[in-house]
């Protein structure tokens, strides 16, 4: 059975009321949810959040899908739209000084990443990610994370392909620059 | 310089061009430091793609979101219809009753607000139930009859009052004719002031 057609019979089974349908396909997707929404939001914290709130769309959303787009292209368009809006949540947060830097447990990766050198990779690109504009930051992880060709990424935010090239090579050429500074820091 | 080394990683170029950046690439120093640069922050983002992580974290996922299920269903539809009438009552009234020259001032609306307000307002705004979610759930006596009950709670009315909530026939622009300036000043303040939920 092709992934195509895995995806069309775990909708279909949940529609018609098997709820062990959609468990199946959140274990499927809920690594690549789960990175998307990690690299976006720089933090594990935020990420897990993120991901709940996307599985909660897909939940609500699903009986309505029909199927006019992929639903891996469907399922990245709602984890990039909750976690660009989860950002812009958290931005408005701590402009009403409601939630500082020290709500965000920053120690939560300990929890889930034992080698302490990938840790400190993850949290160079987390930090050095944040850094980029939301929709270049958006595109780049599209691109060279999840490895997507750029039509696809323009299926998933509605931008032109040549705007997503030329979004894509500044991204690409300031995390360059960041990671220079970085190793040389 | 930069962008025909990116195009040429993103595998932008064609044939010909490819052919030309590498012969270059054999010959300028400059391009092949560049060209270095970028082949060694490219293995770097390489090596983050498939990072392991504790696969505890990924079994709990589903549970954790079986438990904001139910959640959920506990609690969201009476949360979620309170709100709605008292962000419209605050909306309504302040469009209808603005003191001229006045812009709506979020920061005092917010100020006496708690984390968790701010949280539901913000999910509310983003809607993940709509009107017709709401409303499907109740026919006409039973969504009175919540209505009532919850504005009888906010506004510490006897429950015989009730039959005054619901004025269908009320026309604001009417109100707000016959009042004065100083009298909507007041009501603005008071709006601003009430804590609804």
């Given at each position: 059975?092709?992934?195509?057609?895995?995806d069309?019979?775990?909708?279909?089974?949940?529609i018609?009321?098997d709820?062990?349908?959609f468990?199946r396909?959140?274990l499927?997707?809920?690594?690549k949810?789960?990175?998307?929404?990690?690299?976006?939001?720089?933090n594990?914290f935020?990420?897990?959040?993120?991901v709940?709130e996307?599985?909660m769309?897909?939940?609500k959303?699903?009986?309505?899908f029909?199927?006019?787009?992929?639903?891996?292209t469907w399922?990245?368009t709602?984890?990039s739209?909750r976690?660009?809006?989860?950002i812009n949540?958290?931005?408005?947060?701590?402009?009403?000084?409601?939630d500082?830097?020290?709500?965000?447990?920053?120690?939560?990766?300990?929890?889930?990443?034992h080698?302490i050198e990938?840790?400190?990779k993850?949290?160079k690109l987390d930090k050095?990610?944040?850094?980029?504009?939301?929709?270049?930051?958006?595109?780049f992880?599209?691109?060279?994370?999840?490895?997507?060709?750029?039509?696809?990424?323009?299926?998933?935010?509605g931008?032109?392909?040549g705007?997503?090239?030329?979004?894509?090579?500044?991204?690409?050429?300031?995390?360059?620059?960041?990671?220079?500074?970085?190793?040389n820091? | 310089?930069?962008?025909?080394?990116?195009?040429?990683?993103?595998?932008?170029?064609?044939?010909?061009?490819?052919?030309?950046?590498?012969?270059?690439?054999?010959s300028?120093?400059?391009?092949?430091?560049?060209y270095?640069?970028y082949i060694s922050?490219?293995s770097?983002?390489?090596?983050?793609?498939?990072?392991e992580?504790?696969?505890?974290?990924?079994?709990?996922i589903?549970?954790?979101?079986?438990r904001?299920?139910?959640v959920?269903?506990?609690?969201?539809?009476i949360?979620?219809f309170?709100?709605a009438n008292?962000?419209?009552?605050?909306?309504i009234?302040?469009?209808?009753?603005?003191?001229s020259?006045?812009?709506?001032?979020l920061?005092e609306?917010?100020k006496?607000?708690?984390?968790n307000?701010?949280?539901?307002?913000?999910e509310y705004?983003?809607q993940?139930?709509?009107?017709?979610?709401?409303?499907?759930?109740?026919?006409?006596?039973e969504l009175?009859?919540?209505?009532?009950g919850?504005l009888?709670?906010e506004?510490?009315?006897?429950?015989?009052?009730?039959?005054?909530?619901?004025?269908?026939?009320l026309?604001?622009?009417k109100?707000?004719?016959?009042?004065?300036?100083?009298?909507?000043n007041?009501?603005?303040?008071?709006?601003?002031?009430?804590?609804?939920?």
């Open positions: 059975m092709s992934n195509a057609e895995e069309l019979s775990l909708v279909k089974n949940f018609d009321g709820e062990t349908s468990n396909l959140v499927k997707y809920q690594q949810i789960y990175w998307h929404a990690r690299r976006m939001t720089g594990h935020d990420a897990e959040e993120v709940q996307v599985l769309v897909i939940y959303k699903l009986k309505g029909e199927f006019r787009s992929s639903l891996y399922i990245y709602i984890t739209t976690s660009i809006n989860f949540r958290r931005k408005v947060k701590e402009s009403f000084s409601i500082d830097e020290s709500f965000i447990d920053l120690k939560s990766d300990e929890k889930i990443i080698n990938t840790k400190e993850l949290e050095i990610l944040q850094l980029l504009p939301l929709k270049q930051r958006e595109v992880i599209l691109r060279n994370f999840d490895e997507m060709n750029y039509e696809e990424i323009s299926n998933i935010t931008k032109s392909i705007g997503l090239k030329a979004n894509y090579f500044h991204a690409f050429k300031k995390v360059v620059e960041l990671m220079k500074e970085d190793n820091g | 310089m930069d962008d025909r080394i990116l195009q040429y990683l993103d595998g932008q170029l064609s044939e010909s061009e490819k052919r030309d950046f590498e012969k270059e690439l054999n300028s120093p400059k391009l092949k430091k560049k270095d640069e922050s490219q770097e983002l390489n090596d983050l793609r498939n990072i992580i504790d696969k505890t974290y990924f079994n709990g589903v549970p954790e979101f079986r904001r299920v139910e959920k269903k506990k609690t969201k539809r949360f979620s309170s709100f008292s962000l419209a009552a605050i909306l009234l302040y469009f209808v009753l603005k003191p020259g006045n812009d709506l001032n920061n609306i917010a006496n607000w708690t984390a307000d701010f949280d539901n307002a913000i705004v983003e993940p139930y709509t009107v017709s979610d709401i409303t499907d759930n109740y026919n006409t006596a009175d009859s919540v209505i009532s919850i009888t709670n506004l510490n009315l006897s429950s015989n009052n009730n039959s005054y909530l619901i004025d269908n026939s026309d604001y622009n109100i707000s004719a016959q009042i004065n300036n100083t009298e909507t007041n009501l603005y303040n008071k709006i601003l002031n009430k804590k609804y939920f």
